[in-house]
């Protein structure tokens, strides 16, 4: 379900509502460090953060309504390997291994896009996570630059190979009606499968 950044639901015109409110992994918002692209986080983490931000708009006169700004974040461990990452990876168009050896399983993947730290994966180095979380949150340049503990004496980003992205409603139609503005409806015609 399409939102605003205040967590605000969009109707089928894509108007604002201002009494249905939206949290968790049903919600789409445009986040403002991924060029506002419309993202759907599936993580109790962002479920939480994303209700807290919903609750205080409900109750906040308009002059008061917080942005969901949250970064997303995720983590897993596979196979004896804790993995967790920052940020949005499938954003990017170059990544560069920063820190640790892909060779020992302990590494900090750092991603990039238009020049800019997008997001961080980290194998088995978690303490780096929230360094490069204000990498991201400050749109520092990337490749990183920095003198730290286990950099490879060359970083050298390779492209990210992310594929394509692809619209939700890609090939759909929308049918509008009503000739008066207030009688004026779009509706979604999905193509047949």
């Given at each position: 379900?399409g ?15 201002d009494d ?9 918002f ?25 609750a ?9 309504r ?14 004896g ?45 978690a ?14 340049p990337?490749p ?14 390779v ?21 008066d ?13």
């Amino acid at each position: 379900m399409g939102c605003d950044a205040g967590c605000r639901v969009f109707d089928i015109n894509g108007v604002v509502t201002d009494d249905i409110f939206v949290a968790g992994d049903v919600a789409r918002f445009p986040h403002p460090a991924y060029e506002f692209q419309f993202l759907t986080l599936e993580h109790w983490g962002n479920a939480v953060a994303q209700a807290e931000i919903a609750a205080h708009n409900m109750v906040s006169d308009q002059t008061r309504r917080w942005a969901h700004l949250a970064l997303p974040v995720f983590w897993s461990s596979q196979f004896g390997i804790n993995i967790k990452s920052v940020g949005v990876p499938t954003f990017a168009d170059e990544v560069v291994i920063a820190q640790g050896s892909v060779a020992e399983r302990r590494f900090v993947a750092v991603y990039g896009y238009r020049g800019r730290v997008t997001a961080a994966v980290t194998f088995d180095q978690a303490m780096w996570l929230e360094f490069y979380q204000r990498m991201i949150e400050r749109a520092a340049p990337f490749p990183p630059d920095f003198a730290m503990v286990g950099r490879p004496a060359e970083m050298l980003p390779v492209p990210a190979e992310v594929p394509p992205r692809i619209a939700v409603a890609q090939g759909a139609t929308v049918v509008v009606t009503g000739h008066d503005p207030s009688e004026r409806r779009a509706t979604l015609v999905r193509p047949p499968q």
